[in-house]
Each structure stands twice: as C-alpha cells, then as structure tokens.
C-alpha cells in the first residue's frame, strides 16, 4: 500500500505564509490528479486544489489566489504554498489522488496548520 507524508505545517500568524510537502512512497507519475485536501474542525475533509498531470490547476474558492499547488514527479511529491493566510485556513492538511472514485491510496498522517496570533 502506498504510504503518504506530509510535512510542513505549524503555527503562523495571519497573513503569513507556510509550503507543505507530500511524498509517496512509488511513483506519482501515471497518476492523473494530484491534490491536497484539509479537515477543519468540527467539519468534513474538502479538496482545496488540484493538479493534473500536465500541471493545471484548480482551486477552491476559499483559497483562490492565495495558495499554489505544485508537482515534482521525479521526487514522487506535491507541494502546497500558501500565502496570506487566514483563521479559517486552521486544519490537518492532507495530500491524495484525486479522481471519480475518490482519493486511491490511504491517507497518511497529515500536517497541521494554525493560524493565529
């Protein structure tokens, strides 16, 4: 089973900025949709942005122009910079496929993100 990790998260303050990381444990490659997905509390997981294979990219409107998704096939990772963050971005951060069928491979442990002052 493919195993997820995902790094770098903490505790910032608003309108600063934080880059997750998420590496597979095999190949990335032929996969068709990269994305990270994150679980506030009290409220259920929700997909944030998206990457195709060919690099485009989508995002919820949440996060619209504040954070940029990224992928590295030959490192097996995506990445996630976020920037001006905001209160309500608090929540565990998590890296999947994304597809039809919902996300493919187990999640891992996720990273958490608090912002405040």
């Known amino acids: 089973q493919v195993q997820l990790v995902e790094s770098g998260g903490g505790l910032v303050q608003p309108g600063g900025s934080l880059r997750l990381s998420c590496t597979a444990s095999?190949?990335?490659?032929?996969?068709?949709?990269m994305g990270w997905f994150r679980r506030a509390p009290g409220k259920e997981r929700e997909l944030v942005a998206r990457?195709?294979?060919?690099?485009?990219?989508n995002y919820a409107d949440s996060v619209k122009g504040r954070f940029f998704i990224s992928r590295d096939n030959t490192k097996n990772s995506i990445y996630l910079r976020m920037n001006s963050l905001k209160a309500e971005d608090t929540a565990v951060y998590y890296c999947?496929?994304?597809?039809?069928?919902?996300?493919?491979?187990?999640w891992g442990q996720g990273t958490q993100v608090t912002v405040s002052s």
């Open positions: 999947n496929t994304v597809g039809d069928m919902g996300p493919r491979w187990d």
């Open positions: 095999e190949s990335i490659f032929s996969i068709n949709a």
């Open positions: 990457i195709s294979s060919g690099g485009s990219t």
